[in-house]
């Protein structure tokens, strides 16, 4: 197992936002968080990636059979673990090319390896537009190509999506899908890919072109439904998440 949570309870600031959560993750799959807002998915993203506000109160997060609950984020960063944000902060003086470079192991003053470079160009980067600053003034799409394009570089086993399609055209949904079955080695069988992902969507518009094993929705910090995410997908837009509360009662 790539991702073993076991019993998880987050506080931050004081506040109970998640409990009981239990979460396995394999090599080779997809996973889908679903739930309303304020339900606690952007705040599972942070704690399994350690950021010091969010609070483990009970549980364990065990990655490649190691407890990583009490490590820094860059320890965990630097296990395997990655993530696209939704809206990251903009980094005033480091250059988007700098920073693909860092995250790709290589040395600031070396050329971007030009596999890096290849897909940049793929996802509408030019040598220009590498050389600004770090979601300075980039446009929301941009914002989101360019978040997609360092997990590329970094190449992380344990791969964690924010909404990567809210506020992203039609076209570059297609093109950001692409890149993240590419990251998620959706060209490979099941049993041969190394690594996972996690992805938060409320639309499911991303589901039409990235495909997802299982869906669990958060109701309230608790995952009140798991199962086939087209079958979820289809009770939300049916009876809203109301439909999960009932089949968490009935469990
Ligand atoms: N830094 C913080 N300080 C106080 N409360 C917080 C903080 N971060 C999150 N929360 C609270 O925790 C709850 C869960 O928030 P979270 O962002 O995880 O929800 P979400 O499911 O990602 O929502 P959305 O769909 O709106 O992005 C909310 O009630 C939120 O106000």
Redesign the pocket.
Same mark, same amino acid.
């Given at each position: 197992m790539l991702l073993e949570i076991t019993d998880l309870a987050v506080e931050?600031?004081g &506040?109970e936002?998640l409990k009981d959560i239990d979460l396995y993750i394999d090599k080779g799959e997809t996973h889908v968080l679903l739930?309303?807002?304020?339900?606690? &998915?952007?705040?599972?993203f942070?704690t399994i990636l350690g950021f010091p506000?969010y609070k483990v109160k009970r549980g364990e997060i065990i990655f490649k059979g190691e407890d990583i609950t009490d490590l820094s984020t860059t320890e965990r960063v630097r296990m395997g673990i990655g993530v696209s944000f939704?809206n990251p902060p903009p980094i005033r003086g480091v250059k988007l090319v700098d920073l693909l470079k860092i995250e790709n192991g290589q040395k600031v003053e070396e050329e971007l390896n030009p596999e890096i470079m290849k897909i940049a160009k793929k996802l509408k980067f030019d040598e220009r537009f590498l050389e600004r600053d770090v979601n300075m003034g980039f446009s929301g799409g941009e914002v989101k190509r360019s978040e997609i394009l360092q997990l590329l570089a970094q190449k992380p086993d344990f791969i964690m999506f924010d909404?990567p399609d809210s506020g992203v055209d039609i076209e570059n949904v297609e093109l950001l899908a692409e890149e993240i079955n590419r990251l998620l080695e959706k060209d490979k069988k099941p049993g041969q890919r190394q690594r996972a992902g996690l992805l938060?969507t409320?639309l499911g518009y991303i589901l039409n072109f990235v495909r997802a094993d299982i869906a669990h929705v958060?109701l309230d910090?608790r995952i009140a439904c798991t199962g086939n995410p087209k079958e979820i997908l289809e009770d939300i837009r049916t009876e809203g998440f109301q439909g999960c509360v009932k089949c968490f009662q009935t469990q």
């Open positions: 931050v600031e &506040k936002v739930g309303p807002n304020g339900s606690g &998915k952007s705040t599972l942070m506000k939704q909404e938060i409320h958060l910090g």
